[in-house]
């Protein structure tokens, strides 16, 4: 059974960077479609974007300035980057995999970040 | 906001049919995908491609497609599928993607 479990602060200061990880295990991701998707309290899902099995990235263009993913498939591992948070980027950050940019077959429980001085 | 627009809300008496709909201009082009969410827990994907199921979806789940609109439909409702209901595909460029506005379902 493949699982997701995302890690990382929960926690970030106004104007610094948000950085996540995704763990995935039993399965690999070397031929994967990898993504993040994010939801503000009370609100609705918000892609963010994915990652390739190729390295092929693709983002949403309302945050494309400021966010990378990236994996290491030698850790089974992917990762978000956000740029210069604000209080608009607080949200539950959810992270995903599927065999097609489609859809996302499993997905992590979720981590609620914060952001917040 | 979403360019993905579905109704707020849908109710349904249990054991009966109910359809959530899902409008963008994208989806005249693409198929949409339907995912599940439950409150505090993460989305399960119920409904992709064309019409297909993931294994462990019960076949009350379907889905389809006509001009602008998907649609689910859940046929003879229960009470575990109250949820939030999310639609999923490209946007209108067809190389980014966007959620629906979520639909909640609530089985009486």
């Known amino acids: 059974q493949v699982q997701l479990q995302e890690s990382g602060p929960g926690l970030v200061k106004p104007s610094e960077t948000l950085s996540l990880t995704c763990t995935v295990s039993?399965?690999?991701?070397?031929?994967?479609?990898c993504s993040w998707i994010r939801q503000s309290p009370g609100k609705g899902l918000e892609w963010i974007g994915y990652i390739s099995y190729t390295g092929t990235t693709n983002y949403n263009p309302s945050l494309k300035s400021r966010v990378t993913i990236s994996a290491d498939t030698s850790k089974n591992q992917f990762s978000l980057k956000l740029s210069s948070v604000t209080a608009a980027d607080t949200a539950v950050y959810y992270c995903?995999?599927?065999?097609?940019?489609?859809?996302?077959?499993?997905w992590g429980q979720g981590t609620l970040v914060t952001v917040s001085s | 906001s979403s360019e993905l627009t579905q109704d707020p809300a849908v109710s349904v008496a249990l054991g009966q049919t109910v359809s959530i709909t899902c409008q963008g201009d994208s989806l005249r082009t693409y198929y949409a995908t339907w995912y599940q969410q439950k409150p505090g827990q993460a989305p399960v994907l119920v409904v992709y491609g064309q019409n297909n199921r993931p294994s462990g979806i019960p076949d009350r789940f379907s889905g389809s497609s006509s001009g602008n609109t998907a649609s689910l439909t859940i046929a003879g409702a229960q009470a575990e599928d109250e949820a939030e209901y999310h639609c999923y595909s490209r946007d209108r460029t067809g190389y980014y993607y966007v959620f629906g506005t979520g639909t909640k379902v609530t089985v009486l």
């Open positions: 039993g399965g690999s991701i070397s031929s994967d479609y």
């Open positions: 995903a995999r599927g065999p097609y940019h489609e859809y996302s077959d499993y």
